[in-house]
């Protein structure tokens, strides 16, 4: 019998592979820059992106730039999003593409174990929740893998007002699903912000940040929650 009734899943670096995270040997950024620079019809050489990531990176270094970034509303995040490419001097044509590129919910590569993860869940009678830090809607992604069958509810911070490690977001994915904390396991990548799942009275697993669609790390959440893999064929 499972340990629990629930998990809730955080979705960037723990189900999905972020377009702006690190590519070996690349600058920081590459597939989210050279992806939106080819959309635009435009060349997207190695020193072109370099240079657009290391102004991006100088910029969000500023205090100015790096304080006051929230996931709270659409709206907060592109304000904090504006200060950032304002400040590293991205032409503005340039900027809303890579905010487009950035909000794409299509854009981001679920990792190879996560069907095999959702469905072994769910065939244990287990219920799931996405609890995600984002200003946009992510369903369509789950629908264009064909794994929204497998997610019971979402609960994401731009349409409650709320951004992990703040416990009431915690506790509004919990409401929605009924269970009590004790009752749920948290599973996400970072620990500033997953990791307030501990201060909601969850317990919380936090793994590496997914870098590889081909790294297979969630069968760790299974053996969380006391459900033996289903062997590989």
Known sequence: MPYFKA??????????VPKWGPVPG???????????????????????????????SEAGRLPEVARNWSDTSADAHREGYTRWVRAAGIDPALADALYATLSDPLGNAFAKD???TLAALKAAGLQVALISDIH????????????????DSYALSFEHGLCKPDPAFFGVALDRLGVRP??????????????????????????PPLTRTTEERLHLVLGACGITPAPSR
Do not use: K, N
């Open 7 to 16: 998990v809730l899943l955080d979705w960037v670096g723990t189900l999905v």
């Open 26 to 56: 690349r600058p920081r950024g590459a597939r989210w820059i050279e992806r939106t620079l080819l959309h635009l019809g435009l060349d997207a050489p190695e020193t072109e992106i370099r240079r657009i990531s290391t102004a991006l």
């Open 114 to 116: 996560v069907a095999p």
């Open 136 to 151: 946009f809607d992510i369903r369509p992604a789950f629908v264009r893998a064909g794994l929204d069958a497998h997610v």
């Open 182 to 207: 004790e009752e749920a396991l948290m599973v996400g990548d970072r620990s500033a912000h997953d990791g307030g799942g501990v201060e909601a009275g969850l317990t919380t697993l936090l793994l």
